[in-house]
């Protein structure tokens, strides 16, 4: 996939009194956070191209749209707002879109 911006990590961790730190995970929230990414390249790499805000899951090992809303097709602007219900590791790629094409008799 065209990576199209840096990756950008979102975590929180609880300290406790003693001054150690832990992490904690956040997700299924049920109002979305706000993630803008900045957009190293603007123009698609075909007509065909969409940018999408995509995460890391770590448990498959691959980048994902899961829990996520943003996407933006042909000229990208110079921000992609990334609507996320989870903070981990975040960034945005230029995907081809697939058409479907439907026929009725």
């Known amino acids: 996939e065209n990576m199209s911006t840096k990756a950008l990590q979102v975590e929180m961790s609880r300290i406790s009194p003693d001054g150690t730190s832990a992490r904690v995970r956040v997700s299924n929230l049920t ?4 993630v803008r990414l900045k957009v190293a390249s603007r123009e698609p790499p075909s007509s065909t191209s969409e940018l999408v805000c995509v995460a890391w899951d ?3 090992g691959e980048w994902t749209e899961a829990g996520l809303q943003g996407r933006v097709q042909g000229y990208a602007p110079a921000e992609l707002e990334c609507l996320t219900t989870h903070l981990t590791l975040f960034s945005a790629v230029w995907r081809e879109v697939k058409l479907a094409v439907l026929c009725t008799n």
């Open 58 to 60: 770590e448990e498959a």
């Open 31 to 34: 109002k979305p956070i706000t």
